[in-house]
């Protein structure tokens, strides 16, 4: 009898064990397989080289036994990156290719300008690099590549037209984004991701008022302006549409931290935080970003009207080089 | 101490039931645990090794308080015989001889189901990671969101598991303890709710003040039970 016992108890831990570590395995295949947003890549870099920073404060202390170290930051490369923060570049002079072309005859604006083809997807480099193992200079590189193909400096393309109607159209488009922009920066900038749990201290109704402000003023300003024009009627209701979808994201994410402050029980408040960050707070954080990039689409043919030669990159060739800078730098 | 009871008790009081189901809810809660870690690692397209997530279990507190501790604390209540005026003390001749086999089985016991949990550990996490000798950058940046102290850091990943696994087995060899001395006065499911709250405070106040406490209240309940062994009267 008791050898029956005993064998049970360990055929039961047996099953146990291998169950256990077949379902981590299918885990892993299926984390690997999926694939990421651009949201979900540029967060993932923000918060390597957050977990990159803590390194080394951890390393810093263990080595000094010293309590509180300071460490300098030097990843400003990385947060272009991830803001929409036009930049002071020129636009650089692309060979033309060979796409469809738009002509008005009545204004004699021409517009020709490619959509994808920058890197070849099917063929991705043999080699692998970090964005946190790039060099100042190689940062600046990427970041100023991702601006001149993606991100566009609506004021650089406003300056630059000779035309005074389209200029008109590319200065309204340039204030409408950076309308959107300045509020990513906001966010940016409040929230620190260098400790997550943070965020449960971050002041986010302060935050809200600040973003419905700007709404409002916004709506204000160029309600009027774009009925007239397709394209930027599309972009200031995508502009409205983002704020709108920003302020109820803020208030999911400040419901959840309001729940974390509130609970007298430490050890429950452990398990919200955790609930929290990733029910609420990460899925929030990738569909405000997601909602950025959808604007930055939508202002790209008001940009890059009577302009000629210009290639833009996909989403996806975005999210390739973000995963791996070897795309474009060598 | 009468050895040949003390083998038929080990055999009559065997928790088969208990440990299997404890061998499955530590599988599931382990394998639960460890997908967080592996979420994590592939949003920061970084990795820990197998013994940082064992670590990473192990400390984690909704593991600890609300899973493994009364898992641990069902097991052990289903092992014991508490009658205190029958078989046992004539087997044992006294009724110290009794605490100390008591004693004894909480030892066993708890060692079947640190054994459990190491097996179960260990196969999740060499499934999702690779073995490493050093601690790597991902951990070292994640580890004060984790509550995890730099005395941990100092050594290399297989000491901190060694020290985690001895510390976590003390505590719950006191608790074990307690729980027997509990259920030697309350009946079977008092003292089972009872022990599990004082497990909970004293997880709580080895985790907020990182007091050894494992090892302090343990070598009090020894010492207590040795001085209860010598009373004459019960």
């Keep these: 009898m008791k050898f029956v016992k005993i064998t049970a108890v360990a055929a039961a831990i047996a099953v146990s064990a291998v169950l256990a570590a077949h379902f981590t395995r299918e885990h892993i295949n299926e984390v690997h397989e999926r694939e990421k947003s651009l949201a979900e890549i540029i967060l993932g870099n923000e918060a390597a080289a957050a977990l990159e920073n803590e390194a080394e404060k951890v390393e810093e202390s263990l080595q000094t036994a010293v309590t509180e170290i300071t460490t300098t930051v030097t990843e400003e490369p990385v947060e272009t990156t991830t803001a929409v923060i036009p930049a002071n570049t020129e636009v650089p002079e692309i060979p033309i290719n060979t796409t469809a072309s738009i002509e008005e005859e009545q204004e004699n604006i021409v517009t020709d300008y490619q959509i994808g083809g920058l890197i070849d997807l099917n063929n991705p480099p043999e080699n692998v690099i970090s964005i946190l193992a790039l060099t100042s200079e190689q940062q600046a590189l990427l970041s100023n590549y991702l601006i001149d193909h993606y991100f566009l400096d609506g004021f650089i393309f406003a300056q630059n037209e000779e035309n005074p109607a389209v200029r008109e159209r590319k200065y309204a488009a340039a204030e409408m984004e950076s309308a959107a922009v300045q509020t990513v920066n906001m966010i940016m900038s409040t929230i620190d991701i260098s400790n997550p749990m943070n965020i449960f201290n971050t002041d986010f109704a302060d935050l809200i008022k600040k973003v419905t402000e700007i709404r409002v003023g916004f709506a204000a300003n160029y309600g009027k302006e774009s009925i007239e024009d397709d394209d930027l009627q599309k972009l200031y209701d995508g502009s409205i549409a983002y704020f709108d979808n920003l302020i109820a994201s803020l208030e999911k994410i400040n419901t959840a931290a309001t729940d974390y402050k509130n609970s007298s029980n430490a050890l429950l408040a452990a398990s919200l935080a955790a609930k929290s960050l990733t029910e609420t707070i990460i899925p929030e954080s990738m569909n405000i970003l997601e909602g950025s990039f959808d604007l930055v689409e939508a202002s790209q043919p008001i940009f890059l009207e009577n302009t000629v030669g210009h290639t833009l990159l996909t989403r996806d060739e975005v999210k390739a080089i973000l995963s791996n800078p070897a795309y474009i730098i060598q | 101490m009468n050895f040949r009871y003390l083998k038929i008790s080990l055999t009559e009081d065997f928790p088969t039931f208990r440990l299997i189901i404890a061998a499955f809810v530590t599988a599931f809660a382990v394998t639960v645990t460890v997908y967080k870690h592996i979420d994590l690692s592939d949003s920061v397209s970084a990795s820990f090794s197998a013994p940082e997530t064992i670590i990473l279990t192990l400390t984690d507190m909704i593991n600890r308080v ?169």
């Design chain 2, 66 to 234: 609300f899973i493994f501790l009364p898992l641990y604390i069902f097991v052990i209540s289903g092992a014991k015989s508490t009658d205190l005026g029958n078989t046992g003390v004539i087997m044992q001749r006294s009724r110290p001889g009794l605490v100390t086999l008591e004693i004894i089985k909480v030892l066993f016991y708890t060692l079947i189901f640190f054994v459990i949990l190491l097996i179960i550990v260990l196969a999740t996490s060499n499934a999702a990671f690779p073995q490493a000798e050093d601690f790597t950058r991902t951990f070292f940046g994640a580890s004060s969101s984790y509550g995890i102290s730099s005395d941990v850091l100092r050594g290399t990943p297989l000491t901190a598991v060694v020290n985690l696994f001895t510390s976590m087995f003390l505590t719950y060899f006191t608790i074990g303890i307690i729980n027997m001395f509990l259920s030697f006065m309350l009946k079977e499911e008092a003292a089972f709710v009872l022990t599990v709250i004082i497990g909970i405070l004293s997880e709580i106040l080895i985790t907020a003040y990182r007091i050894p406490l494992s090892l302090s209240a343990c070598a009090v309940f020894i010492l207590a039970s040795f001085l209860l062994m010598n009373k004459k009267n019960l």
